[in-house]
């Protein structure tokens, strides 16, 4: 409820900015990358079996270690840029590619680690399988919306805080089970079907950035956030993972087609 809250006060923020302004925006186009790390647990809905120590066939050792689980998120987008005030506040928006990379291991896979993953219950007893590791790649396009605030500048170097939202769409999902043995494969789509957790077909996130702008000249804008710990809007954007928060940084650049009189 929180987030969502503080989404409106973004939209609102945004439209009173480009209502109030008596000059005419500051226009740029650009392109954007960028990565983020999140933190997050492993879904309870897939049955791993984490009280039994895993053994390496090649090294002939027991690991009782905990599973490493991991989600990250790459995105790559294309968005003009509004400015106004001076380039005091801008406005963005466009459209934005995201991939969500979720991963389950013991951390050292390819040195044959592996784990129990249940295949099967009956009324009287439990079968497990032995797991390498399990990624799930969740694909969606969406559309930013990002209000920014630069209150000083120190020459070619400007410094701003963002705060942004994002709504998106999946475009694809892709789940793989590396089975230690390969005859298991014919049980992926009955372990699939138990955990009984679909991808969500909308995605969208709430962020805060801090960062800095470098303008060698008047053709081009060099920009870098560091993104603060943010949040998701919606949920089972990971079947494998429950996100908390997520952080990370982007990297775009921005090419002025118009400028503002000073």
Known sequence: MKQKKLFLLLVAGITLTMAFSQEAPHFSWGVECGTSTVNGNLNEKWAVRQDVSSYNGDYGYAN???????????????????SFYNDQLSVFSG?????INSLVDKGNSGSGDFFYLRYKTTSTSSEYCRVTNIEENN??????LELRYTPFRIDNLAFF???????????????????????MNAYK???????????????????????????????????????????FLTTNNSTL??????????????????????
């Open 161 to 183: 805080v963002k705060a942004g939202a994002e709504v998106g769409f999946k475009l694809a999902s892709k789940t793989n089970i590396a089975f230690t043995t390969e005859s």
């Open 64 to 82: 009782s270690g905990s599973l490493n689980t991991s989600m990250s998120l790459y995105s790559i987008g294309f968005k003009p840029e509004y």
């Open 241 to 262: 993972i429950i996100p908390q928060s997520f952080s990370g940084f982007q990297l775009s650049v921005q090419i002025p087609i118009t400028t503002q009189k000073k």
């Open 95 to 99: 459209i934005r590619f995201t991939r």
């Open 189 to 231: 789509d009955e372990i699939m079907n138990s955990v009984g957790v679909k991808v969500n077909t909308l995605y969208s996130t709430f962020y805060g950035a801090i960062g800095a702008k470098y303008s060698p000249n008047n053709r081009i804008n060099f920009n870098l956030d560091i993104y603060l710990p943010s949040a």
């Open 139 to 144: 694909d969606y396009v969406g559309i930013p």
